[in-house]
Every structure is written in structure tokens, then in C-alpha cells.
């Protein structure tokens, strides 16, 4: 790792704590032996989950007087991760958080050139694709203090009203606070997104939520804090959001600049360079857990923010927009 990019995410620490993502979760792996006769286990799983059926296999039940497996007579377990794919987004959703793991989108000058939806005609609603207990609740939002705010923006999909529609699915929410970053800061940062459609044809993003660690002032120890809305407290409010920037330049096979940001979860000044939250991709695949570019060769790969300048165009919203942002949280329809 550069002294450069080093240098990028002590800065993040020092302002908004974002640096917790390389500090507990390095570019480089460490390996530490187990103490003398400690049991090892695999690292990883084989690709092929083996069936219940396939269990005696690991372990006879000719030498085991147990059978642990048998709970599962009575339901899978979990964690199950709700895959959501829609016209406008694919996502991966949260059960134990009710919010997104992750949200993908993809846009294009075509895209972003159609005008077929209104967000005048959208509302938040919840999800009714999931289970009812695990969905994140148009209540728990109500005089939270928080926006909804979208992971994919409406602006991105209003190319049809259905593709509109479906960004405004609390699948598609976290708590967000609203000035100074729902409805400024990351707007713009939305808008960059969309900029880069005028240098290339192909933009995917991915976004979601964080819940990173802060270091204790005083016992210098690190912890994971994060407020729970609702009532009963139901949805996680994310400490920080990061997207995953894929700009590609259209050839099959071709070239990749990618971009990773981790923002703080409160209200940023307008004239922050965003080159500031810029990260490595494998620092915030470490902090989720989540593989990016498994599939991207290195040679692929440039350097979205070596690429071109990595930084907003703040175009402060009118009043009667702000005022119309501030009141979108109250405008949803009724749970079903």
C-alpha cells in the first residue's frame, strides 16, 4: 500500500473515523500458529455446500453419538441473504440490520437521457418480497430524526416510472442523516456518479451500508457503535457508506477504472475534496466481507481518481427543493 494512499485514509480517521477500515482490516493478511495442540480449521468452505445428507460423510455416525445436524429437521437456520433483483437494482438485504448488505445499479448516457418517471408518483413502501418480521418498517422512520435515504437514487432510474418506483422500496433505504449529507453532500456525490457517463458509456456503482469501529478516547480501545430506530428499535443506522465505482470503457474485455469512497454518516461541508474519502476497494472488502473485483485482473484495473479529477460540482438546491427533499420521508403508502 502507497504512502500516499496511507496518508489518504489517516486523514479519513482523523475527521470521520473511516480509517478503521485499513487499520482492522489491512491490505495484508497476517498469519498467526494456534497454540500447541489447538485444533485447525479449513479457512474456507469448498465452493459445493454438502447436502444434509452428505453429513455422515464428515462425520460417521458410526463414531459420533450425536447427531447436531438434526436440528435442521425443523427449518434452515439462515443467515439467508434476500437477493432482490428489480429493473432499476439488484440487492442484497440484511435480515438482523434491516438495511441493504449491498445495492447495485447501472448507468448509461442512454439511461439518464429517458425521462419516462416522476418521483412526484413514487412513494416509500415496504418490501413485500421479504418476510414481514425482517422488513424494515415505514414506522420505524417516523420522527427518527433520519432520512430514507436511497442507496440507488431515484434520479438514476427515471427512465420508466416502474424503475422510479422500485428505487423507493425500503430495500433500497438506510438511515441517513439529512442535512449535510442526504441532501447535500452525497447528492452531489450521486451527481459526480452521474457525470461519468459523459467520459464513459458504462457506469456500474455499488453502495451499502457500514458499521465500522471507533477508537475509545479513553482506554484507546476500539468499538463498534451505532444508534437502532424504531419502535421497538428495529433498523441500524450506519456509522459511514461506501460506493464501488465501475467505469467502464465498453470494449468486451476492456478496460475497468475503478473507485472506492467511504463516507461518514453525517453532515460533510460542501467544499470538502471528495478525493479525501477515496480508499482502496480491498480495505472496504475487508470492512463488509463482500468480493468486489474477484473477476477483474489486475491488468483490467486503473485508478478511477488517476483517470480524471475526483471531485463534485455543488449546485446548492433551491428552497422549494430542499423543502420538497426535507418532507420526502413523510410521503409513503400505507404498509401492506
Known amino acids: 500500500m502507497s504512502k500516499t494512499t496511507l496518508a489518504v485514509i489517516a486523514g479519513i480517521s482523523a475527521a470521520t473515523g473511516a480509517a478503521a477500515v485499513t487499520a482492522l482490516f489491512s491490505a495484508r493478511e497476517r498469519k498467526v500458529a494456534p497454540p500447541a495442540g489447538t485444533a485447525t480449521l479449513p479457512s474456507r468452505l469448498p465452493n459445493d455446500t454438502l447436502p444434509s445428507s452428505h453429513l455422515s460423510a464428515v462425520s460417521p455416525k458410526s463414531l459420533a453419538p450425536v447427531d447436531p445436524s438434526g436440528v435442521l429437521q425443523y427449518g434452515f437456520l439462515g443467515p439467508v441473504a434476500d437477493m432482490h433483483p428489480t429493473v432499476s437494482t439488484t440487492s442484497c438485504f440484511n435480515r438482523q440490520t434491516r438495511n441493504p448488505h449491498w445495492v447495485a445499479e447501472h448507468i448509461t448516457p442512454a439511461s439518464l437521457a429517458m425521462s419516462g418517471g416522476d418521483r412526484k408518483h413514487s412513494y416509500f413502501t415496504e418490501d413485500p418480497t421479504l418476510p414481514e418480521k425482517f422488513r424494515a418498517k415505514l414506522a420505524d422512520y417516523h420522527r427518527s430524526g433520519y432520512d430514507r435515504g436511497h442507496q440507488v437514487p431515484a434520479a438514476d432510474a427515471k427512465w420508466s416510472q416502474e424503475a422510479m418506483d422500485q428505487t423507493f422500496w ?63 428499535p428495529n433498523v441500524a443506522v450506519p456509522t459511514h457508506f461506501y460506493k464501488i465505482i465501475y467505469a467502464e470503457d465498453g470494449r468486451a474485455g476492456g478496460m475497468v477504472s475503478l473507485g472506492a469512497f467511504v463516507l461518514p454518516n453525517k453532515g460533510i461541508p460542501n467544499d470538502k475534496p471528495l478525493g479525501d474519502f477515496e480508499v482502496p476497494v480491498e480495505a472496504v472488502e475487508r470492512a463488509t466481507g463482500l468480493d468486489f473485483v474477484s473477476k477483474l485482473p489486475s491488468q483490467r484495473r486503473k485508478r478511477l481518481c488517476q483517470e480524471m479529477s475526483c471531485s463534485l460540482v455543488v449546485r446548492e438546491y433551491a428552497e422549494g427543493q430542499r423543502k420538497l427533499q426535507g418532507a420526502s420521508p413523510m410521503k409513503s403508502r400505507p404498509s401492506q
Open 170 to 232: 425500503l430495500t433500497n433505504m438506510c438511515p441517513q442523516v439529512g442535512d449535510g449529507f442526504n441532501r447535500d453532500y452525497w447528492a452531489h456525490f450521486e451527481d459526480f456518479c452521474r457525470r461519468l457517463t459523459h467520459r464513459y458509456p458504462s457506469i456500474r456503482i455499488i453502495t451499502g451500508p457500514l458499521y465500522l469501529p471507533a477508537k475509545d478516547a479513553k482506554d484507546g480501545k476500539w468499538r463498534v457503535s451505532y444508534e437502532v430506530i424504531g419502535s421497538p
